[in-house]
């Protein structure tokens, strides 16, 4: 029970990288805020959690708008009595031609992935310090943050740039007890890969270990930066990607 009576903020976390996080926090005894965009996926995977036995919170909302990330952390505090681990995992990935890429999707991207983790990190960081007891903060990157990938130059773009504040921000944390640290998946079998019969076939041909991540793979890793025994690690990046980052072919059918 690595996280026993620690609060836990998990965005994104309807399904998928973020779900898996969130369940396997409350496994470990943590207390879990979930939140997702889609209310239904939202309240339905909180209700999942509690079925398992975990302590789990939903909220859903815009985790881009910054009034809505002030009521997550006031919520966490209310409901669980303070906020000592934040997963900004949250974020949209639109793929498109750079020639021709649309300045809407390009702001919508811009807004969740980079302002939405900013911006939780900062209002969690003011609670942790308040607090007094530390925290940690796992922020969400991706392998095309290290390695160039088809149609994804803006979405890329927010990915390293989330490791750069994770290295940025250490300045400003580690004075009050708090790491923070990424996470940059490789390709991994969630729900929205579900419909695709080449993911699979694809991914393990290319992927040195043979098969692309599961959620599991994503889950492990990030408990690791998030657990209380991993405190000396901070700034830094971890790359989960069955080695595909080593040799980076391209996905092509």
Known sequence: MSFL?????????????????????CQQGANVLLNDL???????????????????????GDAAEVLFIQQLVDTAVD????????????GLTLFGDFFSYDPTHFERVLNLNLRGSFFLTQAAARQMREQGRGGSVLLMSSVVGHQA???????????????????????????????????APGATQTERT?????YVPIWSRITPMGRPATVADMTHAALFLLN??????????????????????PPNP
């Open 149 to 183: 990938h088809p149609g994804l130059a803006a979405y890329a773009m927010t990915k390293a740039a989330l490791e750069m504040l994770a290295k940025n921000l250490v300045l400003d944390l580690s004075p009050y007890g708090i790491t923070i640290n990424a996470l």
């Open 38 to 60: 889609d209310e239904t996926l939202c309240f339905e995977a909180a209700e999942r959690i509690r079925q398992g036995g975990g302590r789990c919170e939903a909220l859903p």
């Open 79 to 90: 409901r669980f009595g303070g906020v000592d681990l934040v997963v900004a995992n949250a």
């Open 228 to 249: 209380p025994a991993s405190r000396h690690i901070t700034g830094q990046s971890l790359v989960v990607d069955g080695g595909w980052t080593s040799v980076s072919p």
């Open 5 to 25: 009576n620690q609060t836990a903020i998990v965005t994104g976390a309807g399904q998928g990288i973020g779900f898996a996080i969130a369940e396997g926090l």
């Open 194 to 198: 579900l419909d695709d019969p080449d």
